[in-house]
Each structure stands twice: as structure tokens, then as C-alpha cells.
């Protein structure tokens, strides 16, 4: 028997009693049901159902259109509703919005109504026993593009004791909450390609006692786009994924984007029964103020991230006691900083550990935060992990911290280390390196004294003449001179390069250089202060280096919303550099308009000293 198509399909009698014998599947048209987008079909949908039940179960197929119901639906057990999709529903070209709905071509889809304005009222779908949503997309028509949506009950929501109940290449268009499989006890849960923008809430598994399996979970906004109105709600109010008791739950390739919370886990609703323990692979969570929160994990086996991607902050609360493990996950720091860290908070009992890991801040934002890393948990550990910030890692260790470890880390700059602890904490801290990627460390212009370093300059660089006749007269202007100038940028009153009006570079860089002869066989420290200014309109490079041949290049670099400043210092020995060296100081990777008085950057105290004399430059905090 064909399942496609909206023609009659051996019409069942009127009453069931009089059914003899029921096909596996029924057609919902053939109960009365008009994909017209107006026809309020509740009652034909229904009753195929409820027909489906009583002959033991089955499908009942819907076909191509816009379904209207206005009130609820009710799967019985052991029965599916299909539509045609078979993979997730998606919008393509499509603009979703309801002066389309009516003539629109794709297929399945239903026009929820019920519950608008009370979000504790029925679910639009309940699920029994077995029962399965398979293939169709659900939007709600009269929700609206605003700051302030309205308020709707959940979209799908397992009925009691509805173990089983699965959901298969489904999209829940914009509901104010998509599903829940954990208000009433559900256990094996099965979802594979659930999709969509839910407004408050995503997916909520609790009181699963039994192995839950959730893959392909992709929550974005389909309909309400990141700038839209909708969206800020979302931002200040959303969660994606809320799990509670859960006996091994496996999530696998779930994206969540634009939400307050990404992923959040938690204690059971039901009392005393407690958190669950959590395997998530190929995660994501992007853009989320909290991509990940942790109130609550079982003590014995907790959660655990590999292969994820996170934006966000990670925040795992005092109450968690079950440990948490992140493998080969990638972090992209706070999306504002907001939270006081630029990465995370970790408290709690449970030994929280990041094996081969990377972590790279991203938004601006994110660097106004006071720390990294607020460490307030009894044992932190990151091993083989890299972190590439161009600016300091911090962390901060307050007394309830008892061990931290950091073993086999590569880090681009220094590490900052506030131990709060009061000698409570074993910190552990081997085979770390730094200055990984750059042939140079960087101390963060904001943490250490200008000026306090013990460096020998190189003649001229420190620039207390503004005649540039004059500390120029020893160096060679290499690129374009033009663009070559003088000029004092704020509390340091350091000497900047800066692009005349309306020039734009002529060479591959433009800067100064001299040579200066060192000591045979003898190991040395080049150190500069240098500094890299944000501009709209293009990138920069601001360089110090001992030559073109040069393995060694101390590099702030800059673009249209971020910057770098700080004193950078790397080592090298005359044997491998010969005795005769040229310092240069340029700029590079230059792009974009440059007009006026744009400070791109600036330098001051470039120095060569031997490593023995070298002292780094004082904290000031």
C-alpha cells in the first residue's frame, strides 16, 4: 500500500465498533483531516489515533501541508504519527512566517494554538507508552517576534509512566517550550533529529532510570533570527538542554546556539532521588551567557564533554559532588565577561579535570573580566591542554581548593597565579610551557609595571627626545618613511607608528632598524614593551625582531575589535644567531583604510641583555 499522497486510502468505517480488521497504517485525510493551514483538524487527527490504538498500534500518516489544530493530541501507546520528512524538517528558502503558512508546499507540518498564555496547561502533543513523532514540523502562528512572547505550554510532553516514546526528524519552529521527558517518568527516551528555536526552554530529561539515547538535537534560530526581538528574550531566558535523574544518558552531536543556559544539569524534580550521570559527544553550545551549568551530577559517575565545543562561560556550582571530565573539548571563553571570569567557575566536591584540551578567547568582552579561571572546587586538574590567549591566563585559587594540577600544558603567554588558599592547596605545576607559538612570553600590560624590568636598551629605543631627528639618527627607516612619526599615546607617553592621512603603505612594512654587535656563544633576552591599537577598519602587526632570517619575532597584534599590549621577551644564543644581529621594529599584516591621527600601534624600551642580567618587569597587584 502506498504511504505518500492525499487521496483517499481504503476508507475505514464510521464507528469502531464495526472495525474487523485495521491496515498498519491509516490516513488522517481519510478521517476528515485538510492540510488547507484553516481546517481545524483536532478531531480527525484524533481519531485516526485513537483507530490506530484500538486495532493494537500502527502509524498514522499525514501528508503534505499545513495541519491547523487548535486543541491538543494525545499518541496513544504503541502508536506513531508520521509526516512525510525524512530527514529533519528545515526551512530551505522558506520565510517562516504566518502570512505563508496557508500557501506553503512543504511537507508535513502542524499550526499549534492551544495553551497561549499559560504555559502550565496541557501539552500540544502528550505521549503514551511506545509512542513515536516521526517525521512533521510544528510552528505556532500566533507567537509573536517580541521581547515579550507569549506564553505556551510545552510542544511534546511524555505522559505518566510513558517509557519508550521516541521522536525521529521532527522541528519544533518557535515554541515557548519544545519537549519534556521528565515532569513524569520516562524512561529509554529515544530522540534522533529534533530541531528548531525554542523561545524559554529546549529539551528537559528527568526521572529516566533506564539508558537514554539523544542524538542530533539542533536548537537555532529558524525562525526568529539572532537580531530579532525574540532573540534577546531568548538570550536572557532560554535553556537549551536541562537534565536531572538520568541512569546513563548519551547525548551525541547536540548544537545549541543563542541561549542564557546551553547545557544545564540538575537535581530530580522528585525529591530524594538526585542528579543523574551524563555522556556528551560532539556537543555544542555557542553564544550561551552559561553554556554550561552544573548544579548536580550522581557522586560515583557525573558528566562528561569529549569531543565539544563550547562559547560561553562554564560554571559548575558548589552543590555538584560527582566529578566532571572535559576531553579533547575546544573553549572559546565569556561571551562578555559578565560572570567576573573569562573562561569558568569551578566549585564543588567532584574532581573536575580538562585533558588535551584548547582554549582560545574570542570576544573581546571576555578580557574585562578579573580572571580566567576562578577555581573554588576541592580538586581542579588540566593536563595536555593548550591555551592561546595572546594575554595572560589567570588563576584563582580561594581556600576551599585542595589540589591543582597543571601537568604537560602549553601556553602562549605567562601564567598568573592567585593562591587565596592559605596553604590549603597542593598545587601541582610540571612540564608547562610557555611562549608556545609566538617564540615569545607576554606579560599583560595591566598586571606588571611599566618600566620595572631590569633590561639593557638598545640605544635609542627609549626615545627621550620627540625630534625624531634625533632618536632616528642611529636606525635606518626601512618601508615607507612617510608613514613614519611620532606621537604620544596616553599615561606611558611612548612613541607610536602611525599612517599619514590618507596614505596607505607602499611596502610589505614600514618601520626602523640598526645593527648591534653582542658577544660570542652567549645567551640573551630581546624585550620590548609594544603595543597593538584596535581599528575599525582593518589589522595590524606591531613587530620587534632581530632580522628577516630570525626565528624569534615579539608580535602584538590587532584587528578591527581586539588588541594586544604588554612586555614581550624571548631568548636566544649568539652561537645560533651570530655575533652580529639587526633590530628592527615595524609594522605588518597592515589591511584596511587608515586615515588621520590613528594610533595603530607603539613601542618603547627594546632591549638586548644578557640573560643573567635580565629581570622580568615587577606585578603591580
Known sequence: MPIYGCAKHNPVPASQDQVTEASPILYADDFGAKADGATDNTSFIQAALDRAAAAGGGIVQLGAGAYAVKGNLEIPQSVTLKGLWETPPNT?????????????????????????????????????????????????????????????????????????????????????????????????????????????????????????RV????????????????????????????????????????????????????????????????????????????????????????????????YGDVVITSGNEGPVKFTNCGFFGSINGAQSVRYMQLAGNGRISFDNCHFNMISPQAGTAPVSFLLDGLNVSFQNSEFRDGDITSFKLTDKVEAFTLIGNTFKTDVEMIDESGGRAQIIDIGNVFGVGTGAHMLSIDMYIFGSEKATLVNGTDFPNTDPSVWLKDWEVIGNAEQLSVAPLNVLQVNVLKVAPGKEPQYAATGIQRAVSLKPNTEYIISAWIGSEPYGGGTLEINVDLGPESPLRLTAATNQSTSQAGFYYAGFNTKDTGTDVMVRIFYDGKSGQFTGNDVIGWWKNVAITPKADFLPPEKNR
Not at 502550565?120 to 503514551?128: C, E, G
Not at 517580541?146 to 519508550?164: K, L, M, N, R, V
Not at 551524563?278 to 553550545?285: K, N, Q, R, V, Y
Open 92 to 212: 530551505g528558502s522558506v520565510s517562516w512566517s504566518e502570512t505563508q503558512f496557508s500557501n506553503m508546499k512543504l511537507p508535513t507540518l502542524l499550526l499549534a494554538y492551544a495553551g497561549k498564555g499559560n504555559e502550565q496547561t496541557k501539552a500540544f502533543i502528550t505521549m503514551n507508552l511506545g509512542a513515536a513523532l516521526v517525521g512533521l514540523a510544528v510552528y505556532y502562528p500566533e507567537q509573536i517576534d517580541s521581547e515579550t512572547p507569549f506564553p505556551y505550554p510545552y510542544a511534546i510532553q511524555s505522559a505518566a509512566s510513558a517509557d519508550g516514546v521516541a521522536l525521529k526528524n521532527v522541528m519544533l519552529v518557535n515554541p515557548y517550550k519544545g519537549v519534556d521527558f521528565g515532569t513524569n517518568q520516562t524512561q529509554r527516551p529515544f530522540i534522533d533529529g529534533l530541531y528548531g528555536q525554542p523561545l524559554k526552554t529546549g529539551l528537559y530529561i528527568d526521572q529516566n532510570y533506564d539508558v537514554g
Open 215 to 310: 542524538s542530533n538535537v539542533h536548537f537555532w534560530p529558524f525562525w526568529g533570527y539572532g537580531f530579532s526581538a525574540v532573540s534577546k528574550f531568548t538570550q536572557e531566558n532560554g535553556e537549551g538542554i536541562i537534565v536531572g535523574r538520568a541512569d546513563w544518558q548519551y547525548f551525541d552531536n547536540c548544537f545549541i546556539i543563542g541561549m542564557k543556559t546551553g547545557f544545564r544539569f540538575i537535581n530530580s524534580i522528585k525529591p530524594l532521588i538526585g542528579p543523574g550521570n551524563i555522556l556528551i559527544t560532539g556537543g555544542g553550545a555557542d553564544i550561551c551567557q552559561t553554556a554550561v551549568l552544573i548544579e548536580g551530577t550522581q557522586s560515583h559517575s557525573g558528566v562528561s564533554f569529549v569531543n565539544s565545543q563550547v
